[in-house]
């Protein structure tokens, strides 16, 4: 069973860039069925999908975060990042990763099926 885990600061400061790393365990990141994506929620709202990287290292991102998101990765480690540029504190939330296990995107939260249990990051003005 695939295992995903999150980890980074907690606390950022507006304008900076938010980083974040997931580890995987259970399975390999060059899989090719499998979608590797980050999720996040903030306060009092809902899930919101924010991007993907493919078996190949190819991406894609949410329309409305694309031109400040970055997910990366690092084979050797097994790892794959989000960078989040220009952060204010509404980006202030409980950040995902979270994998598919399916040879299709998808950017709906229920399609995912492993998570990590999320890491609170706050931004600070």
């Known amino acids: 069973q695939v295992q995903v885990q999150e980890s980074g600061p907690g606390l950022v400061k507006a304008s900076q860039t938010l980083s974040l790393t997931c580890t995987v365990s259970?399975?390999?990141?060059?899989?090719?069925?499998?979608?590797w994506s980050w999720i996040r929620q903030p306060p009092g709202k809902g899930l919101e999908w924010m991007g993907v990287?493919?078996?190949?290292?190819?991406?894609a991102y949410s329309p409305s975060l694309k031109s400040r998101t970055s997910i990366s990765r690092d084979t050797s480690k097994n790892q794959f990042s989000l960078q989040l540029s220009s952060v204010t504190p509404e980006d202030t939330a409980v950040y995902y990763c979270?994998?598919?296990?399916?040879?299709?995107?998808?950017?709906?939260?229920?399609?995912?099926?492993?998570w990590g249990q999320g890491t609170q990051v706050t931004v600070s003005s």
């Open positions: 979270a994998v598919r296990t399916n040879v299709k995107d998808s950017n709906g939260v229920s399609d995912y099926t492993y």
């Open positions: 990287i493919r078996y190949d290292g190819s991406t």
């Open positions: 259970g399975g390999s990141i060059t899989t090719s069925y499998y979608r």
